[in-house]
């Protein structure tokens, strides 16, 4: 799996959008972009996933560059429950069968 | 629907005993993932269970070991414990052949060693 590097801290105001972002310069043709996101004390959470497109749930909108070696991460409004530490990971989906490599991520405060 | 459930939650043991972590899938989920947490760092993969058998394995030791049982459930057992293998120790539980390939997580197991 590709190796991802990510910014070890941010901060962003409730109610404005944060933008996290993510360099997968190493990517693979074959390998999706994969957000979790690891809210204290709790198991991480998926979040969103995408291969070359953008792409958009719920939860947050990911943006993948032409290249594909980087992506952001937008939470559009952010709430101080989004407070968390967000995980870049970036492999092969082959469907449940894959493991998930984690580095440190990136611990986003909300703040009001 | 439950989701993800492991007991305990919390585990005091000693160095050099063994100990026995559970994890029920979320319902309708075939394969389950270990994972551990250190303090302060990601959760680092153990190994994986689908059809009762180790599919995947991570770099760590002999004394981490597991079982799937036939209602998919899971256990991780570490012989010898080590003041290292204190940490947050998390199941996954994903539907092998889902498009997604989305994991979801449980709470984790809080194992503190003396």
């Known amino acids: 799996d590709a190796k991802t590097t990510q910014p070890p801290s941010m901060d962003c105001a409730e109610g404005r959008a944060a933008n996290l972002p993510c360099n997968h310069s190493?990517?693979?043709?074959?390998?999706?972009v994969y957000w979790y996101r690891q809210i204290h004390s709790q198991g991480p959470q998926y979040i969103i996933h995408?291969?070359?497109n953008n792409e958009t749930n719920e939860m947050a909108s990911l943006i993948i560059t032409e290249d594909r070696k980087s992506s952001t991460l937008i939470l559009p409004h952010a709430t101080l429950r989004d407070t968390a530490v967000y995980y870049c990971?970036?492999?092969?989906?082959?469907?449940?069968?894959?493991?998930?490599?984690f580095g440190t991520g990136t611990q986003l405060k909300v703040e009001l | 629907d439950a989701g993800v459930t492991q007991s305990p939650t919390h585990l005091i043991k000693t160095r050099g005993q063994q100990v026995t972590l559970r994890c029920s899938p979320k319902s309708g989920h075939d394969t389950v993932s270990w994972y551990q947490q250190a303090l302060g760092q990601g959760p680092q993969f153990i190994f994986q269970y689908y059809e009762e058998e180790e599919r995947q394995r991570g770099n760590f030791p002999d004394r981490f070991s597991g079982h799937q049982f036939p209602n998919y459930s899971s256990e991780l057992n570490v012989n010898a414990l080590l003041l290292g293998d204190s940490a947050l120790y998390l199941c996954a539980s994903s539907l092998r052949l889902a498009g997604v390939d989305e994991q979801f997580f449980g709470p984790g197991t809080r194992l503190t060693v003396l």
């Open positions: 995408g291969l070359k």
């Open positions: 990971i970036v492999r092969v989906a082959t469907g449940g069968g894959n493991k998930l490599t």
């Open positions: 190493t990517i693979s043709g074959n390998e999706y």
